[in-house]
């Protein structure tokens, strides 16, 4: 079962900081804390429904750019 966190009195400077590395990382804040926790903490085990959507909306026409895609993700962790 997931767990909902929530963090209070967050100075503006580091929310801003967050949402811009979030921005860099193409994901939503929520998501690029969540990949920050894993980081430190564990990551979630590979869920490859959520990797077919992602292909699937990335529009991926070749075996080479899915490989490299792959690399890249793997490569962040």
Do not use: C, N, Y
């Amino acid at each position: 079962m997931a767990v909902t966190f929530s963090i209070k009195d967050v100075p503006e400077e580091l929310a801003d900081a967050l949402r811009e590395r979030a921005r860099l990382h193409h994901r939503s804040l929520q998501g690029e804390m969540l990949a920050m926790i894993e980081a430190h903490v564990g990551a979630r085990p590979f869920q490859a429904r959520a990797l077919w959507s992602r292909v699937k909306k990335l529009e991926i026409s070749s075996p080479d750019e899915s490989v490299r895609l792959v690399r890249e993700d793997r490569d962040r962790r």
